[in-house]
């Protein structure tokens, strides 16, 4: 068992730096470099629960929940019409909840022993600084050092967007808020339970601080998580004092600096529910996938057929059917643009009523295993999941390669710092 825990662990940890990597390693090979990490924590779960259930004669209910998610899957399969390819539908059910997946894998495999916290803080930290360093290297160098890591160049209202190593404004986005919110709950624990009114202030102008100079909204998507967990320490009235304030300051200064970022997210948002306007594919792809929820209720259309990242290789007859595929600056065979920046909407389409209810029963029971587990760190991992969440309704979101990545790396450095070897999913399975 030990040695099966090991093996996993560094062979997860191997793939998962070569896909925070993945941009600028020029190996056709390290592309798929995500889909072997993804394998590999489903053998991990598969390997390693076997043991659980010879040792202790029951299975955990996140992994049974997994099996029906992909049986459900398979049947599915054969019940629609749109079916092609089963092994890329069954590849994309597993990509579907990839993060899961993963983060699971990794979990069931940690020991808590000391070489492996030493590998998780020192690759935290390496990936950390290569970050800071290539986001300032960026700047200094402009269109030249996109030209370099092979990334377009992009602007708002005339301030650069940097790529650093990540290779997408997005990744940058995401990573940079997923990392801040680990290092504030990580180190500042007992700050924030004693000054959560500072905590919040400081935290809040980090975040402003960051999305001006990166020109990212969905990152703002975390005050929501982080507004949830601290309305516990401090009174209801300076609660909404205090947001209030910082709401007025943050909105006031938008509109006197660049008010055309506020119409801008506002006509998205609008766009999201309407579709008069067809030159916005994300209100287009999750308007078409409500009207497939309720078009083969309650089944859906099947994984790799409708916004995921392997339709695009499947089958093109659900984009026909929705007229999608009339648009060719959206769809075609050989480039498709947006459609997969709505991951709820995919998970609507694809997996129908019944499977959407599976997934969230899914999501569940993770959350309470690590609750179990892993309780030391259960606070911030609800935060960081709950903003997964929330930004899977604007982009591809917990099947996100990088996200996961960037997810998994400070997972695991928070429960690093956070947990103790008693605390630990193998001892407690061998007690």
Do not use: C
Not at 267 to 286: D, V, W
Not at 300 to 316: H, R
């Amino acid at each position: 068992m030990i040695n099966y825990s090991n093996f996993f662990f560094i062979t997860n940890f191997v793939l998962l730096l070569l896909t925070f990597f993945q941009k600028i390693i020029p190996l056709n090979i390290i592309s798929y470099s995500d889909e072997l990490l993804l394998i590999n924590s489903f053998f991990a779960l598969v390997i390693l629960n076997l043991y659980y259930l010879v040792k202790k004669g029951k299975i955990l209910i996140v992994l049974f929940l997994l099996i029906i998610v992909i049986g459900y899957a398979i049947i599915n399969y054969f019940l629609s019409p749109f079916s092609n390819s089963f092994l890329l539908m069954l590849l994309q059910s597993l990509i579907s909840i990839k993060l899961f997946i993963i983060s699971l894998g990794f979990l069931f495999s940690y020991k808590g022993n000391i070489y492996q916290n030493q590998i998780i803080k020192y690759t935290f930290f390496f990936t950390l600084s290569i970050f800071i360093i290539t986001i300032f290297l960026n700047f200094a160098l402009g269109d030249t050092w996109n030209n370099l890591v092979n990334a377009e160049t992009k602007h708002r209202f005339g301030v650069l967007r940097p790529v650093g190593i990540l290779g997408g404004t997005s990744n940058v986005g995401n990573y940079f808020i997923i990392t801040l919110t680990s290092l504030f709950f990580v180190h500042k624990r007992d700050f924030i339970k004693k000054k959560s009114s500072y905590f919040i202030f400081i935290y809040f102008i980090l975040i402003f601080i960051g999305v001006f100079i990166l020109t990212a909204r969905k990152p703002l998507l975390i005050l929501i998580p982080i507004a949830l967990h601290t309305k516990q320490f401090i009174s209801a009235k300076k609660f909404y004092f205090i947001y209030g304030l910082l709401a007025i300051l943050f909105v006031s200064f938008i509109f006197f600096t660049n008010n055309q970022l506020i119409s801008t997210t506002a006509r998205n948002l609008g766009n999201l529910i309407s579709t008069e306007n067809n030159s916005y594919i994300r209100g287009l792809m999750f308007i078409n996938s409500t009207e497939l929820f309720k078009d083969f209720f309650p089944i859906g259309t099947s994984p790799a057929t409708f916004g995921s990242n392997l339709s695009q290789i499947n089958t093109m007859e659900v984009y026909k059917y929705t007229g999608i595929s009339e648009m060719g600056r959206f769809v075609n065979t050989e480039h498709m643009s947006g459609v997969f920046d709505t991951g709820l909407g995919s998970l609507l389409a694809e997996f129908g009523f019944i499977g959407f209810l599976l997934l969230i029963l899914f999501f569940i029971f993770n959350l309470r295993y690590i609750k179990i587990y892993y309780k030391n760190s259960y606070r911030i991992y609800k935060i960081l999941m709950i903003y997964t969440i929330l930004i899977t309704f604007f982009g591809p979101g917990f099947m996100s390669s990088s996200l996961t990545v960037f997810f998994i790396l400070n997972f695991l450095y928070i429960i690093n710092k956070h947990e103790t070897l008693k605390n630990n999913y193998e001892n407690i399975v061998n007690k």
